[in-house]
């Protein structure tokens, strides 16, 4: 009987196949014509092409994105701020004292600039007390919830339809050949693993994040993981790196960022032996979605820049390059 | 053009197809007739029919097993400690104070009992003397180097060859019904990666274990990753279940340990909300492999010795129920 893994590669050499042979569906139809799509059609090419001494096989062509500012939009603030202040704003009834007490004052207020002005302390404040406390099956439930029925302040849309969809079609083509894709998030790991499988076809343990700790609790029904006030790792900066060598095991070699959060990954990633590819989204359209870089508070896009053009990477011109930014909303 | 996904989607399904029906290939010929082949057979049947009330899809068939006591032996000590040992003995020739300072003294004295008598923080430091300082690439090669050549101080085998054969076949039975088969260990994770592609046909995004802390450091041949002589997770008893949600983040519906340090991540799976297996291997062969459980200093099985009686978990009687030990030898 052939084992799973055998027939997987199979699919996967015939998958390959198909793709290198002319074809008339266009794998990325929102990216215009442009240098961005031409260097991720020809790096994939010659990476899945046998006779190429560029070859990577199956097992290793890794690929790891972003997510805030890379797959879906990160202004005025992260998603996964507007997840916490409209649990505050949930709590807030049973915690009168909130009104005066900073951040919660801060928060209920919702203003932008002003939560930002709240600093580390006070963000980090925020977060740890609407994702801590419950079990990790209990704060799914609550990010599903919300995702579900939420909207963006200014766009009105839901937040899931405020991904990219050129780097869906990405995902798409680069899982058609024969790449696992990660993404590899500054977020919160479950936060993300709520909906990741849902809006980026990307499955839990393919999700990497920052992390709370967790411990075991005994209760009726058995052993269940509750999450703690504390945090535990880091998946941003230098921590990117880290993150995928302890989910992965692998160096990638694909990657796909957009802010100097994401640089160390990018370095780590086309420092490997083979070939390598990396590539940066620009927000550049302020009309369709924002326009932002070196002096941005959120995302900001400075040195990675820098280094990015020095070193010839994919920087994707978001106003000229794409052709369209969100799905069509049904 | 089909997804990777869906063809992977398909292929589980054929595969499935053909496992279901009647086949004369056995796919566990290890396994004497007995309760466990009978128990292993059964479960997996019920959750890949697609007629059962306890049918799972194939996203959800995750299966973990320890390593050291499971999946290969682990006396008279833990092959990772021969590993830390041989890398003592190698650096010896430039350390000559060690012959007269603990521990490094005693390990390179081998005595087996005087090692184990050397408490957790001299083994811990041992471990971290062997294990940090180099990147994560040459402790890889390292090890790698080490498994191609040592061998055990009592079977004379090569340690890969002391590997499971009947667990060989459980987890080729499992993949090939759509399982993804992740090994859960005590030891170094990275150790485990270094070979267990090779002998357990398990890739290093499906190993978890211990770690220690990651520094990303710049080269001149780019960013590399050092490791550090630092604890930075312990990946057994309690930190067994966090370890799988971390890395997978989904509860596993098939557990498979040996000693007590795998009760909690047996306890976290068969408190899922759907059908579950929990495994034991129990050490009862003198003869063939060690007899040990609940007086042992490696691998004690006690507690999950009673519980898994009391709740009808599956326990192996290695004598009777596994017809090979370790593969034939080529």
Request: proline share 5%; hydrophobic share 40%.
């Amino acid at each position: 009987m052939a084992t799973i893994r055998q027939l997987v590669l199979l699919t996967v050499f015939l998958s390959t196949v198909s793709c290198t042979a002319p074809s008339d569906v266009d794998p990325l139809p929102s990216w215009g014509a442009g240098s961005s799509r031409d260097s991720i059609i020809e790096f994939v090419e010659v990476v899945t092409d046998r006779s190429s001494a560029d070859y990577v096989p199956v097992d290793e062509r890794i690929a790891v994105f972003d997510n805030d500012g890379t797959l879906w939009s990160e202004q005025p603030l992260y998603f996964q701020f507007y997840y916490a202040l409209s649990q505050i704003e949930k709590a807030a009834p049973a915690h009168p004292e909130w009104l005066d007490q900073e951040p919660y004052k801060t928060a209920l207020a919702g203003n932008r600039d002003d939560i930002l002005a709240l600093g580390t302390k006070g963000l980090v404040e925020i977060i740890l007390a609407t994702h801590s406390g419950m079990t990790n099956a209990e704060f799914r439930q609550s990010v599903q919830a919300w995702i579900a029925s939420a909207e963006h302040p200014t766009t009105h849309r839901a937040y899931s339809q405020m991904v990219f969809q050129p780097m869906l079609e990405l995902m798409d083509y680069l899982r058609a050949n024969g790449f696992k894709v990660y993404i590899v998030s500054g977020g919160g790991v479950e936060f993300m693993r709520a909906f990741a499988a849902d809006i980026y076809g990307v499955p839990p343990e393919q999700t990497i994040g920052s992390e709370l700790g967790l411990e075991i609790e005994s209760t009726e029904d058995g052993l269940v993981l509750r999450r703690l006030a504390e945090i535990d790792f880091v998946n941003d900066k230098a921590g990117k790196p880290v993150g995928i060598q302890r989910a992965v095991g692998r160096r990638p070699i694909f990657a796909f960022g957009n802010s100097d959060g994401d640089l160390q990954m990018l370095q780590w990633t086309v420092a490997g032996d083979g070939p390598s590819f990396a590539g940066i989204v620009h927000h550049t359209d302020a009309d369709r979605e924002w326009a932002y870089d070196r002096e941005s508070h959120l995302g900001r896009l400075d040195k990675a820049l820098d280094e990015g053009a020095e070193r010839g990477w994919t920087i994707v011109d978001m106003r000229s390059e794409w052709s369209v930014i969100y799905p069509i909303e049904e």
